[in-house]
């Protein structure tokens, strides 16, 4: 390709001789290539494309802001005009997206036929990348909205802990020069249970989510660390028998029904993120995620990851001794068996089979496309599903073992707790999505709020 610009009153792009968009007049182009579309009443648009910046001039003049404006150029050569007159303009779409819709605003794709044209692979790519783009911004929005007030309350609940000397956060500098094994509770999980006990023989740390927990505990497998995000009360039931010298890492917004209930020190993973600007939502959807998280920072060796399944089987979605496994098998009976409901997951709308007898869906997508974006290098073992990550059938014998981490005591938990108090008062906050999406008030709410805050920061 050849890109050439003209000297004429408007800028123009040729490509292979032909134009790219009009030479004459581009704003008459995408007036008229507007004028064909249904635009929303308050438009978020996605541009593929610029047209040298045309495409965004055009709609400043037509009073749209910056703010209402995302846009990629298919290749670095036509980005030029763009990151000099409007820098920052194609960043972080998910985040742009995510606050677009939360201020009521519609998000529209818009491309001139040229751009389509000339790069239709690199268009059709970009449509698959916005469409999961926009999906899992929504599906931010929508648990965000649901848990928004349950992760304010397990902050508060949390941060009021560190009174006792039961928190800890990560110290500024050292990781642990050694390879480890992050667990899931995937079905796969039981087929690898001997070579995670010869792994543990050795010295090999294993760090694993807590639903894998009693799992490993009944194949007589005690592992380094467990990591809980999730902020549901069913974490209770998983964190039954944890011992004191297992570390526990875990969210600020993570179960503080668990937290509460612990004997042993915790680990704040997202303290030293979240506690200068609190974001009062949990970042990732999974805690396998940030599970990985956390192994490629304490973890300078390699990082394998085992029962990262993100996939339904007959079996179900989570191992046989996975507690809440356990309590649909006893709870079972003769009008709702054991099969009905581990098979009941094929009523899901958006349930796919992917090979004879292994499921996944929409949010297993999304979670499996932010592992393989993240973690490329983590080396899946024994996996359902076809992954571009590296993947092995068997589990290696560790590299070094030996070092520990020094963990810190936090100190300064009154500053958070302080900054969840202001929450309360500030009228755009999460604590109030529900109300501000259907169009209700928030007084009441803020009122019963604080005088939560009161018991649980156990201010007098």
């Not at 036509?78 to 972080?92: A, E, I, V």
């Not at 818009?110 to 911004?137: H, I, N, P």
């Not at 928004?148 to 006792?164: D, G, T």
């Amino acid at each position: 390709m050849q890109i050439e610009r003209g000297e004429e009153r408007f800028r123009f792009v040729r490509v292979e001789g032909r134009y790219l968009y009009s030479p004459y007049d581009p704003f008459r182009e995408i007036e008229r290539t507007l004028a064909k579309e249904r635009l929303p009443e308050r438009p978020f648009f996605v541009l593929f494309g610029s047209a040298e910046g045309y495409v965004v001039e055009f709609l400043l003049e037509k009073g749209y802001s910056l703010e209402d404006i995302w846009c990629q150029e298919p290749l670095p050569e036509l980005s030029t005009w763009m990151s000099l007159h409007y820098p920052g303009l194609d960043k972080n779409l998910s985040e742009r997206l995510e606050k677009a819709l939360l201020e009521g605003k519609r998000p529209f794709l818009f491309a001139l036929e040229g751009y389509k044209r000339f790069f239709s692979s690199a268009y059709e790519d970009f449509c698959q990348r916005y469409t999961l783009v926009l999906t899992q911004a929504v599906e931010n929005i929508k648990v965000t909205a649901f848990f928004s007030r349950l992760w304010w309350v397990n902050l508060v609940r949390n941060m009021s802990l560190f009174r006792e000397g039961r928190l800890f956060t990560f110290p500024e500098k050292g990781s642990l020069e050694e390879d480890v094994v992050v667990v899931a509770s995937g079905p796969s999980l039981e087929a690898s249970l001997g070579e995670l006990k010869e792994w543990a023989s050795h010295g090999g740390k294993i760090l694993c989510c807590l639903s894998s927990y009693a799992t490993l505990k009944e194949g007589g497998i005690t592992p380094w660390g467990v990591v809980v995000s999730d902020a549901g009360v069913a974490n209770v039931l998983h964190g039954m028998g944890l011992e004191k010298d297992v570390v526990v890492f875990a969210s600020l917004y993570a179960s503080s029904a668990l937290l509460v209930s612990l004997e042993s020190p915790v680990v704040i993973y997202d303290y030293a993120t979240e506690v200068e600007n609190p974001s009062f939502v949990l970042s990732t959807p999974s805690v396998a995620v940030d599970a990985l998280s956390l192994a490629t920072k304490l973890f300078s060796g390699k990082v394998y990851v085992v029962g990262l399944d993100l996939a339904y089987t007959t079996a179900g979605t989570h191992t046989q001794t996975n507690i809440l496994s356990r309590l649909s098998r006893v709870s079972s009976h003769r009008l709702k068996t054991v099969e009905t409901m581990s098979m009941g997951f094929l009523s899901r709308r958006d349930i796919e089979e992917v090979k004879r007898g292994v499921w996944t869906t929409r949010a297993f997508s999304l979670v499996k496309a932010e592992v393989e974006k993240r973690f490329p290098m983590v080396s899946i073992v024994k996996p359902l599903l076809e992954w571009s990550n590296p993947t092995c059938e068997a589990l290696p014998l560790p590299g070094k073992t030996g070092k520990e981490v020094a963990f810190v005591p936090i100190e300064d938990g009154e500053r958070v707790l302080q900054k969840a108090r202001m929450e309360i008062e500030r009228h755009e906050a999460l604590l109030y999505l529900r109300e501000q999406m259907s169009g209700g008030t928030s007084e009441r709410l803020k009122r019963l709020l604080l005088d939560k805050y009161m018991v649980l920061a156990r201010e007098p």
